[in-house]
């Protein structure tokens, strides 16, 4: 089987490749290929790979090119981890809606529209290359907005393009471990969109294990998510929302502790991944230090990871058990075993809504468990969303209809209309601001001329 990386130069493609090296099953990957625009990044995720296949018997062969064509050419499965515009791009994306006194984050609120709007023309054309030249491959999107990117490319791959992402997977393994409940064995009763979602219950052999978790504040006080929202905010809900919902919660006081930060989150990962990587460029090649180095660079973002909400929330470091690696690259192996050899899955996934989803219509693209088997991923059913995640996820959903519509039509209005309508941004004068900073930064948006 055949697997190829976009955005092949990234940093956390070892995460994939050591997940694909751990597979021995029959019908694996035997051979990844790397696409990245920047040769210099390729050579140096390269490297680590070599030293981690280093002694690997029948290890996947890797490959690497900065031809886009090339590397689809062939391929069974396209795992999409592109970033437009760079770290420098998200830093820019934070930095310009703080001096406008809102959120910047790279997924939610005015960044996030940012930079789905330079995103989502690119990964339009990828899809386009790839219904060409590998029709018959299937598409994993983890590019981030994973939700609204993957929502574009199903306009052209329809239910070939499935995303993926590591926060519901995460704080089902959290909730899971503080209940002493094996993950494997649980159902998760998990809804939303990207970075939207509420995990409302956890079944073991027919019980909801959740409101003995949210009846105990000791027990809440042990996952990263009952330290961030509070014990009360979280029976109060009756449920544990993704931990990107802290950026609409407490809004307030995430975009002070934004503001406050000596760098931010963009910013520091500017600076430690071009650290990285101008290490690796520079190093004599020894044996395992492009491995060590990247072990090492790993393990400072993982404990770094959200450090302005918990700043926000006044909860200190990261927990020891929280600095484990989301999983995302097992849910992506998992996904790829269960298509390519049908073996079925319950797996949370950014899929088409059909009808899961009442107040969504059929193409819109939802984060809710499916079943998965030979023929894609398949949502399940799930009870109604309450009222007030009723109105965040439709305005959310609303929001990324008009990137679409600017992204497809090059309408600046329709670009003013995705920041305005955003819950996170409090007035349409705001959002002109906004889009004139962003394009003043982002040569990838001149084209939104209308």
């Known amino acids: 089987m055949r697997l190829t990386i976009l955005g092949g130069g990234g940093f956390r493609v070892p995460l994939v490749y050591g997940a694909l090296l751990r597979d021995r099953a029959e019908g694996r990957v035997t051979r990844v290929t790397l696409y990245d625009v920047d040769a210099g990044r390729l050579t140096a995720v390269a490297r680590v790979l070599a030293e981690q296949s280093s002694g690997v018997a029948d290890a996947p062969e890797v490959r690497v090119t900065t031809d886009l064509d090339e590397a689809l050419r062939g391929a069974d499965f396209v795992f999409s981890a592109i970033r437009v515009g760079g770290l420098e791009g998200r830093a ?15 997924t939610v609120g005015a960044g996030g529209i940012a930079y789905g709007l330079r995103t989502v023309p690119v990964a339009l054309d990828i899809a386009r290359r790839v219904a060409a030249l ?50 494997a064995k649980a159902w998760f009763d998990y809804v939303g969109l990207n970075h939207l979602g509420w995990l409302r219950g956890l079944w073991v052999g027919g019980r909801d294990e959740l409101p003995r978790l949210l009846a105990d504040p000791g027990m809440l006080g042990s996952i990263e998510e009952g330290r961030l929202f509070g014990a009360d905010w979280l029976r109060s809900l009756g449920a544990i929302p993704n931990e990107y919902l802290h950026y609409y919660y407490f809004n307030r006081e995430t975009v002070r502790a934004y503001t406050d930060a000596e760098r931010t989150r963009g910013a520091y990962l500017r600076d430690q991944q071009a650290g990285f990587y101008a290490e690796l460029s520079g190093t004599d090649g020894a044996a395992g230090s492009a491995l060590d180095a990247w ?50 899955a319950t797996l949370i996934l950014n899929v ?42 439709t305005a959310v959903k609303a929001v990324e209809r008009e990137v679409l519509a600017a992204a497809e039509s090059g309408s600046r209005a329709s670009a003013v209309k995705a920041f305005a309508l955003h819950p996170l941004v409090d007035s349409v004068s705001v959002a002109r601001r906004l889009l004139d900073g962003y394009t003043e930064v982002h040569p990838g948006l001149a084209y939104l001329r209308r």
Request: hydrophobic share 45%; charged share 25%.
């Open 134 to 183: 590998a029709p018959d491959a299937w598409v994993i999107n983890f590019t981030n907005p994973a939700g609204l990117v993957t929502e574009a490319m199903s306009r052209i791959l329809g239910d070939r393009v499935i995303g993926i992402c590591d926060s519901p997977v995460g704080l089902g393994r959290r909730v899971a471990r503080a209940l002493g409940v094996d993950p």
């Open 92 to 106: 820019a994306d934070e930095r310009v809606a703080l001096v406008q006194g809102v959120l910047g984050q790279e």
């Open 295 to 344: 072990h090492r660079t790993l393990a400072e973002r993982e404990a770094t990871y959200m450090a302005a909400n918990r700043d926000a929330a006044g909860v200190g470091e990261r927990d020891a058990e929280d600095l484990e690696s989301g999983g995302y690259e097992k849910v992506a192996l998992a996904l790829m075993r269960a298509v390519a050899r049908d073996e079925h």
């Open 352 to 393: 088409r809504n059909r009808t899961t989803l009442s107040v969504l219509d059929a193409d819109a693209v939802v984060e809710v468990p499916c079943l998965v088997d030979a023929n894609g991923a398949h949502p399940v059913t799930v009870d109604p969303l309450p009222s007030h995640a009723v109105g965040l996820v």
